[in-house]
């Protein structure tokens, strides 16, 4: 086979053994008209392309973990001027918030029988977080009752911004539970009654600021807490007995050596 670069000729083979060329085949050499493709194997593998959802979720991974750091040094001046643009997070932070506690009871189950993931881990989690929603529902009520131009989603992005910190003592709660330390208990009710109580007058009073007509930002807060205090009742039988019985468990193993 002779080389087209060099004309050495060689007795076989992909490449000239003189120059180095690459050799072609005498019935390849007439198929290279406006009909001609090259071989599949002979083409260029194009390279796997990333998984678009693995990317989208990473992404929204990294810029919650930098707002999350943000709001956590200053969450009031972070959070002020939060709004749609920051649902995402907001969303997310409700998320962590309403799995937490669930998740902390389930993994200290001695035994995890059918059903357990989704009676202790799943459906409590789904009550925690319609339990949220709810309460930045009623908030939105109060600042629409203000005569305040805003959006529902704008709402929950902020209610959900703000709730960010309460998150993070969620998050040493559960590393505590972890390393079995008696304390997470109380940081478990401390995160929770603090985000119940503390971010809607917040929340409510950064957007009623600059509208001194309608509803008050006082009564607003009232209603809310009226509000709040209602479903609190429904749901008191699951949340209350689920701290209470942790209390009771650390309690007794505490004090069981002795």
Sequence with gaps: MKCTNCEHVNDGGNFCENCGTRLVRADASHDTGPGYSTPAAAQAVPPPQPNVHVEN?????????????????????????????????????IGLFSVIIPLIIYLSLDYKGDGAFYSVLVKPAFFYALFMILIASYSYISIKLGRVGVTYTDVLARFGSMLIPFVGIFMLAFVFSLLDMFLYPLLLGLGFMGAVFIIPPLVISSFKKDEPGGLDTLYGTLLTYIAIFLTFIAMAAMIISTLINMVEDKVDSFFSPF
């Design 57 to 93: 979720v990473k992404q929204a991974s990294s810029m919650y973990f930098q707002y999350f750091m943000k709001v956590l040094k200053k969450p009031v001046s972070e959070t002020a001027k939060a709004r749609a643009d920051q649902l995402v997070n907001g969303l997310i932070s």
